[in-house]
T-cell receptor
């Protein structure tokens, strides 16, 4: 299972765009990248998933460079409710075992 | 979307009590479910993989006789913390993915906070 490295914490002001980068240097060819958000006392909630280039949905964008050794989660115009821990995970289709890293504790400042 | 439900959401009980936590997939079937434990300010740690109709697979360092897992149907897995002690106090979370959805993300329950007095 590819190991991931993220910043432990980040702060941002409301209304800003926030980019959280995750390193996964030993990602395998059949691995995909998934980001989850977790609020206190709740289970992780799926945000976005991708394999290469760029993926966008209604809440975030995921940028993956050609070498796939890193990925960046982009949250547009954050609000106080985006304060949470964000986890980057790498795993292959069918390999259901997920290994959570430390995550990034994002704090949004009014 | 796919929903995973855990029950109870919170348990407070005396030391020595056995506690059962249920994990249900509400609108899909899952041959495999996963149980995690999370201590305050820490990340999720996989405890075991629950397999429908067969024995669970435990991660290294997790006592199978302490944490009993039963996956009797395609929509229900249970985790029983036997003879719980204060050090077992933690946040327990389950996850599952639907059959045939191997390219889809796992869905997580909202966790069960276990407090042993």
């Amino acid at each position: 299972l590819a190991k991931t490295t993220q910043p432990i914490s980040m702060d941002s002001y409301e209304g800003q765009e926030v980019n959280i980068t995750c390193s996964h240097n030993n990602i395998a060819t059949n691995d995909y990248i998934t980001w989850y958000q977790q609020f206190p006392s709740q289970g992780p909630r799926f945000i976005i998933q991708g394999y290469k280039t760029k993926v966008t949905n209604e809440v975030a964008s995921l940028f993956i460079p050609a070498d796939r050794k890193s990925s960046t989660l982009s949250l547009p115009r954050v609000s106080l409710s985006d304060t949470a821990v964000y986890y980057c995970l790498v795993g292959s289709f069918g390999n259901e075992k997920l290994t959570f890293g430390t995550g990034t504790r994002l704090t949004i400042i009014p | 979307g796919a929903v995973v439900s855990q029950h109870p959401s919170r348990v407070i009980c005396k030391s020595g009590t056995s506690v059962k936590i249920e994990c249900r997939s509400l609108d899909f079937q899952a041959t495999t479910m996963f149980w995690y434990r999370q201590f305050p300010k820490k990340s999720l740690m996989l405890m075991a993989t629950s397999n429908e109709g067969s024995k669970a697979t435990y991660e290294q360092g997790v006592e199978k006789d302490k944490f009993l897992i039963n996956h009797a149907s395609l929509t229900l897995s249970t985790l029983t913390v036997t003879s719980a002690h204060p050090e077992d106090s933690s946040f327990y979370i389950c996850s599952a993915r639907g059959i045939g959805d191997e390219d889809q993300p796992q869905h997580f329950g909202d966790g069960t906070r276990l407090s042993i007095l």
